[in-house]
């Protein structure tokens, strides 16, 4: 299959994606700290997953579109989304790359787990840049593939494979990469949250909530980062100033 079809099979499974919900929760409140008191009409979520990270954002948006290649996914996004706002929602079952969206035309694109998954990293970033307005926010998740944490999970997802072979290899994407292509493209860098997502082999020995707790600790959060250089892994907030 093409890569594009095996991650859409991999999502498919929602519990796959939900065992991880320590970590979605972490991806909201970054999300709400980094747009605490902007004003946004025209919000898009890719992917959106279950919807947990920007239909919270709906009391005080105008619209917010969701668009997810999962249909399971959207499914679950669609039953989220509080009766009082369906008129405020598009919700798109499609691969980002063939939907037609306009330009210049969102306040806030968030783009959370994706650059891991797509074939071209440096045509995902080019198409989001496109789409911000000026003056516009994008939120966007890296795994910073030169951190030593990286090579870590690299090494632990590779004696995995030698157990269970894995769908598809995740995309090895510098954090300079996305910093520089961005910047390019017209953005300026507000802020950035680190910490790191794995717990390698040992994730299992901990609850969501328990892992939630010691990520918290010792990373603290997107308002006062604590061992940021020890994060792998990077959520940024950048504003296109060009």
Do not use: W
């Not at 405020?88 to 806030?108: H, M, Q, R, V, W």
């Not at 911000?132 to 998740?141: A, M, N, Y």
């Not at 290899?169 to 794995?198: D, H, M, W």
């Amino acid at each position: 299959m093409a890569d594009k079809d095996v991650v859409k099979e991999l999502f498919e499974n929602t519990a796959l994606y939900l065992t991880y919900d320590y970590n979605l929760q972490i991806r909201k409140e970054t999300v709400e700290i980094f747009t605490q008191g902007e004003k946004l009409n025209s919000v898009l979520d890719i992917p959106c997953g279950t919807g947990a990270i920007s239909i919270p954002l709906l009391n005080r948006i105008e619209k917010l579109t969701l668009i997810d290649i999962s249909s399971n996914m959207l499914a679950i996004a669609e039953k989220n989304i509080p009766a009082e706002f369906r008129n405020k929602t598009e919700l798109i079952n499609k691969n980002f790359f063939e939907c037609n969206l306009p330009e210049k035309s969102y306040d806030l694109i968030l783009c959370l787990g994706l650059l891991a998954h797509v074939e071209s990293p440096g045509q995902l970033l080019n198409k989001l840049s496109s789409l911000v307005k000026p003056g516009g926010l994008l939120i966007i998740q890296n795994t910073d593939s030169k951190h030593f944490y990286s090579y870590f999970i690299r090494a632990y997802l590779g004696l995995k494979n030698l157990i269970s072979k894995q769908p598809y290899s995740l995309n090895k994407v510098p954090a300079k990469l996305v910093e520089k292509t961005l910047i390019a493209n017209g953005f300026e860098l507000q802020n950035c949250f680190r910490y790191n997502q794995s717990f390698l082999g040992f994730s299992n020995l901990f609850s969501n909530g328990k892992k939630y707790k010691l990520t918290g600790r010792f990373f603290g959060d997107a308002q006062k980062n604590k061992n940021a250089a020890m994060g792998s892994d990077y959520t940024y907030l950048f504003k296109k100033i060009g």
